[in-house]
């Protein structure tokens, strides 16, 4: 059979779904929400073992002394942000195709459900914070491109260069490579992977009073075309937040975490009943569905991935792809201590 390559060639022959497909999925057992068990205050974010425990840290250390969820979430995004290493978020993020890094993040404070985002954001090594400041310090939502780099200008932040020479080098050698016919020319023996993240992080929190908060942030799809937005400062999409329910975030193609409203739909399933790591199963099985079935979706080049909380502190994490070394993972920091908690995935890597 000829495996389809490419997503526009794969959505040309796109048809329906069947049940016998559907029941390949490796997913867990029903689940019971824990009664009675309120574990607060939580931090956890869409990382496992390398970053969880340094991402999770300041953040818990807010929440251990009283503070609040919106507080903690931003300051345990800031340490990705801020980190030139991670080449997905923030500074050192992997640019779009002409070399600039854009940034995308979004916030939602439970206690008062309000919300902020900004997208194709440049120059700002934290975004997060700037989402903030669009939902406390401005009557919007959203802010975009230009628009919120001069907010962001206008309450302090400094503007800088956030294409490290890593990532720098990395557009390079995809540039170089991805056409015989233009002028730009790799070196003799280059050795380059044609691999296009889509990294995220997404941190989600609740306090001593059972407030809950959450953030995504992310440099978006590398070497998209500018002006790109992902589902991260989507709300609804890369991010939801209901203190009467819970939380959810989406890493991986925002494309498809967009066009089923991904984390709005594991809250309200969350709502229904549903306990967060069915939630999570569910959201990834409705992007096989909209892929017209896990066949067709197995032969795009994509990954999604959800977490969520309850208001309980019970979790959840899965995506579509996996396998038995590298399974979906959340780190988790709690009264217990920090720990790992391995998702589900549908499909074998
Ligand atoms: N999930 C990040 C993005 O697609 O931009």
């Known amino acids: 059979m000829k495996v389809l390559t490419t997503r526009r060639e794969f959505l040309a022959k796109a048809t329906g779904c069947t049940a016998a497909l559907m029941s390949a999925f490796h997913i867990s057992p029903e689940i019971v929400n824990a009664k009675e068990t309120r574990n607060w ?3 956890v974010c869409s990382r496992g073992e390398d970053w969880g425990q340094k991402v999770n840290q300041p953040g818990w250390d807010i929440l251990k002394g009283g ?40 916030i939602i404070d439970g206690a008062t459900q309000n919300c902020g985002s900004v997208a194709s954001l440049r120059h700002i090594k934290t975004p997060s914070s700037v989402a903030r400041l669009v939902m406390e310090r401005s009557d919007h939502i959203m802010l975009v491109g ?12 400094k503007k800088e260069n ?25 070196p003799q023996n280059g050795d380059y992977t044609s691999e296009r ?10 306090d001593n009073d059972g407030n809950i908060a959450g953030i995504t942030s992310t440099s978006g799809l590398a070497y998209k075309i500018p ?30 975490v967009i066009r089923t409203c991904g984390s709005f739909l594991v809250v309200e399933l969350m709502r229904q009943g549903m306990h967060p790591q069915k939630a ?19 032969q795009l080049n994509f ?32 009264k217990s201590g920090f720990h790992v908690y391995n998702g589900t995935y549908l499909v074998e890597r």
Request: charged share 25%; aromatic share 4%.
């Open 41 to 43: 205050p939580m931090i």
């Open 67 to 106: 503070g609040k969820a919106l507080d903690a979430v931003e300051k345990s995004t800031n340490v990705v942000e801020l980190d030139p290493l991670d080449q997905t978020v923030g500074f050192g993020g992997l640019p779009n195709e002409n070399g600039d890094v854009e940034l995308d993040a979004s």
């Open 146 to 157: 230009k628009g919120a780099l001069k907010f962001a200008i206008a309450h302090g932040f």
């Open 162 to 186: 956030l294409l490290t020479d890593d990532s720098r080098i990395k557009w390079l050698q995809w540039k170089e490579n991805m056409s015989s016919v233009d002028d730009w020319l790799p």
């Open 197 to 206: 993240s889509t990294g995220t992080i997404n941190v989600l929190g609740i």
């Open 227 to 256: 002006g790109r937005v992902g589902d991260s400062p989507i709300i609804g999409a890369g991010l939801y937040v209901d203190n009467e329910v819970g939380a959810a975030g989406a890493t991986g193609r925002g494309e498809e």
């Open 280 to 298: 999570c199963e569910e959201a990834c099985m409705r992007i096989v569905h909209v892929n017209r079935g896990l066949e067709r979706t197995t």
């Open 303 to 334: 990954n999604d991935k959800f977490i969520a909380i309850n208001k309980n502190g019970d979790v959840g994490c899965a995506s579509i792809r996996g396998n038995k070394s590298t399974p979906p993972q959340m780190a988790i920091t709690d």
